[in-house]
């Protein structure tokens, strides 16, 4: 069957579910009102509140969302268990949980001054809450720096052979990826400083990005060759680069670099699907892998195991707690008015369902057989668009260095916008505003990552691996983990202020499903790794240590907003008593008097 076919089909039930579900989620779940001045209005300073029009807004939210997990996930999720269950999940995840999550994590944080989800958890559930949410999400924002990191810097080391003898040198995509980190700096003083307008700096600074990915590979930065060292120990030079330009982006204000580079990423984004576009209506791709399967067959029958590890490896694809804090972090700060919380919100995580398909279409045309099934997943991504962009005459080895960079592009918002996170999650713990707190809040942040990337990191057979193979499963289960229990703070919100009464209904469903599908890959984690054959086999593996203690965070977490909703429900059916009690006697007394009369 043509893969056309089916990615057409996703798209349109995307395009019906944002104006339908959408705006039934606006109107009568979430009470949008542009009446109120949001807090980038009223709090407007320049550097973190900034009233931003939802146009410009979407390319940068929607680039530091998506970051590699949207491509990885699903690759890999596809190729373990086929393309059907990944499609099916890609789908129905973006449109009744992802898209909920976003959308309900921004207009909450809105309606608290722009503050971040876990200072939502704080107001509506308790200070106990808000102490364990805030521990477990800087431990989750730690693992997607690990993560993405480690998979960005992958693309920066070796040489990629294509079947017609081309070459793709990650010297090559190192050097686009630093001239590419240089021009929104440029961009966003000139728009600061000058007249220029956005419109004529992305008409200037656009082909510049094409020209830096086409002069890249002339002058490649190949730090193994420079250096003397293996790929591997350049891979970690990469990372620690990465973690120090992290940490000095998450210091700088955010119209310097955050802004005009998630503008111009955003048109990666566009170009990335206008290239699967062309692919897939003019290429003629079927279908070849399996729609179900189960790629290592030791692990079990087909339903077990991808009941839970499909949830946790699709990810960003269909949902991500991630989501929640980049926009009660930083997007909420830039709301111009909540009516753009839908366009901004569920509109960019259904596009980011759209991005999810387009990379699960990269498996679907290859053949079980096929060698590239064993390649990383960025390389099999920038591969697909490497064939599609073929088809107009554009080599294929400048569509895979695109592809790349598109790939790169959007972690590196990923990775700035995390650092800046973890700054702020601190800042909220420790009070320390001011510039040395911000310093050391950013260098904490970073520190535990720069741990984990520069250690050295071996499989069960004693060869050495990269750090994100490692750390992929971990950081899935607590990013959905994360989406639950930010779902759940959402649902204590709606429940103690919605107008419709039944509103966190729509928001403690998607919660619960999340946070039964993430503790139990977890605990898949822990009996991996602690019991392999059944056998007890302790030991101070990072990976299930770190599962042990989201569980127990996750489940004290959880106790507490139960106990809240209990609470307050046995508070509303006592004041339903009373009050009935009241009508009642109030009718019996006028029932007498009258009875007298």
């Not at 997007?331 to 596009?351: C, F, H, I, N, P």
């Not at 720069?450 to 499989?459: A, G, H, K």
Request: hydrophobic fraction near 50%; proline fraction near 4%; glycine fraction near 10%.
């Amino acid at each position: 069957m043509n893969i056309l076919f089916w990615v057409i089909g996703a798209a349109c039930v995307f395009f019906v579910a944002y104006w339908v579900y959408g705006t039934f989620l606006s109107g009568r779940i979430f009470n949008i009102d542009d009446t109120r001045p949001t807090p980038s209005v009223r709090f407007s300073d320049g550097v973190d509140y900034v009233p931003t029009d939802s146009k410009f807004l979407s390319g940068q939210h929607f680039s530091a969302i998506a970051g590699a997990g949207p491509i990885t996930g699903p690759i890999v999720a596809g190729i373990m268990f086929g393309w059907a269950p990944a499609l099916i999940w890609i789908i129905l995840g973006s449109i009744l949980i992802g898209g909920v999550h976003d959308m309900g994590a921004i207009i909450a944080s809105v309606r608290h001054n722009a503050r971040s989800i876990t200072e939502v958890v704080r107001r509506n559930v308790s200070r106990r809450a808000w102490l364990l949410f805030l521990m477990f999400t800087w431990l989750s924002l730690v693992y997607v720096i690990v993560a993405f990191t480690d998979i960005t810097s992958g693309s920066f080391v070796g040489t990629i052979t294509l079947d017609n003898g081309q070459q793709v040198d990650g010297g090559g995509i190192a050097t686009s990826s630093l001239l590419y980190l240089a021009l929104p700096v440029f961009m966003g003083i000139l728009l600061k400083k000058t007249r220029l307008s956005l419109t004529w700096a992305t008409v200037i600074f656009l082909p510049l990005v094409g020209l830096s990915i086409w002069v890249g590979p002339s002058i490649p930065l190949q730090l193994d060759a420079m250096l003397g060292i293996p790929a591997m120990d350049a891979q970690k030079v990469w990372n620690g680069f990465l973690l120090l330009y992290c940490f000095v982006v998450s210091l700088l204000p955010m119209w310097m670099l955050l802004q005009p580079r998630g503008h111009l990423g955003g048109y990666f984004l566009y170009a990335s699907l206008l290239a699967a576009a062309v692919g897939l209506i003019f290429g003629g791709f079927e279908i070849s892998y399996p729609a179900f399967t189960l790629w290592d067959r030791s692990s079990g029958d087909f339903w077990f195991p991808m009941f839970p590890v499909l949830f946790i490896t699709v990810a960003c694809g269909a949902c991500s707690g991630f989501h929640a804090l980049v926009g009660s972090g930083t997007t909420s700060k830039q709301l111009r008015k909540e009516s753009d919380a839908r366009y901004v919100g569920y509109g960019m995580m259904l596009m980011e369902g759209m991005l999810a398909v387009v990379a699960l279409a990269s498996v679907m045309i290859l053949s079980k057989d096929s060698a590239l099934v064993k390649s990383s997943p960025n390389f099999i991504f920038a591969s697909g668009i490497g064939r599609f962009v073929d088809l107009v005459g554009i080599p294929a080895a400048f569509g895979i260095s695109f592809g790349l960079m598109a790939f790169t592009t959007f972690v590196y918002d990923t990775l700035d916008i995390c650092t800046r996170l973890g700054r702020y999650i601190l800042e909220e713990l420790t009070g320390w505003e001011h510039l040395a707190g911000k310093i050391f809040a950013s260098a904490v942040t970073i520190g535990v990552p720069f741990f984990f990337l520069t250690v050295r990191l071996y499989d069960v057979d004693g060869n050495q691996v990269s750090a994100w193979k490692v750390f992929w499963s971990i950081f899935g289960a607590s990013n959905q983990l994360l989406a639950a229990l930010t779902l759940l703070g959402i649902t204590v919100w709606l429940y103690k202020s919605a107008r419709n009464k039944l509103a966190w209904l729509f928001t403690m469903v998607p919660a619960v499903w999340m946070f039964v599908m993430s503790n139990w890959a977890l605990l898949k984690l822990m009996g991996d790794h602690w019991f392999p054959g059944g056998r007890m086999e302790l030991s101070a593996e990072p990976v299930p240590l770190v599962a042990l203690v989201l569980t127990l965070l996750s489940l004290s977490l959880a106790v507490e907003i139960f106990h809240v909703i209990v609470i307050k429900w046995r508070r509303y059916v006592r004041l339903t008593i009373e009050k009935r009690r009241r009508d009642h006697l109030t009718e019996q007394t006028q029932y007498n008097r009258e009875t007298e009369v």
